[in-house]
């Protein structure tokens, strides 16, 4: 029941995000490739260039057996066209397919994906042209795109479950900080009343031990006193 309460948070936090409505919906569009203007399909997804570019390529060899080539580190506003040149994709055309993507980053927490493909040199797919195969290849980024957004939505679940786990123990280690402040807190203020005690205790024995040096220094006065009668005496007798 926490984690159904946690996805409902996260998915309604997700829906109300401004950009929610452009996300994942995948829709026509164009690509400078080779010093001319290109019909492309694009789509933007919420995670970083490096995510998607590496999904897309892993999500393509998994779905088509198709290893991409290309790609890099790539910045804000940034591309590199990643390739498959000659390639079988059924669910797009019977024929082998040059096939070509991009992804760039509008902003720290989104990407875009461009895929564009060619049946041959300089013969690229045209939503008017060839009209089937540009809609399978749009369909076949749709495909991704509702799998990078359950992945994306699951490695946000994990994340956020992560985060929830991390404070539940952070909330057990404070609570035991606390406890242990507390025993020690008790335990410092029983001793300090202990020795408060002891100091009152001390007092007092040093006020009588007071009073018995004083009646111990009489005493020895008296006794050397005495002492010295006998000495005297004892003289006296020696004299005589």
């Known amino acids: ?38 019909d492309a399909v694009k789509v933007q997804l919420d995670g970083t260039a490096q995510w998607t570019r590496e999904f897309w390529q892993s999500w393509l060899k998994d779905t088509y057996n198709i290893k991409l080539k290309g790609g890099g580190v790539l910045g804000v506003g940034k591309k590199d066209v990643m390739e498959a040149k000659q390639t079988q994709v059924s669910s797009v055309s019977g024929k082998l397919l040059d096939l070509y993507s991009a992804v760039t980053a509008p902003t720290d927490s989104t990407a875009e994906l461009s895929v564009w493909a060619a049946l041959g040199p300089d013969a690229f797919l045209h939503p008017d042209k060839t009209v089937s195969e540009y809609a399978a290849l749009r369909g076949m980024v749709q495909s991704f795109a509702t799998a990078a957004r359950l992945k994306a939505y699951k490695e946000q679940i994990e994340e956020a479950e992560k985060r929830l786990k991390d404070g539940e123990k952070e909330k057990d280690d404070l609570n035991k900080d606390i406890k242990n402040m507390q025993s020690n807190t008790t335990a410092n203020l029983a001793r300090i009343e202990a020795l408060k005690k002891q100091n009152i205790e001390n007092t007092l024995k040093a006020r009588q031990d007071s009073v018995k040096l004083i009646e111990n220094a ?3 006065e008296i006794r050397k ?12 007798l020696d004299r005589k």
């Open 225 to 236: 006193a005495q002492l010295q009668r006998r000495k005297d005496r004892l003289s006296a």
């Open 218 to 220: 009489r005493l020895l």
């Open 1 to 38: 029941m926490k984690y159904l309460g946690l996805l409902t948070l996260l998915l309604t936090l997700l829906a109300s995000r401004p950009a929610a409505a452009q996300l994942y919906e995948v829709r026509p569009g164009s690509v400078q490739f080779e010093k001319r203007e290109r």
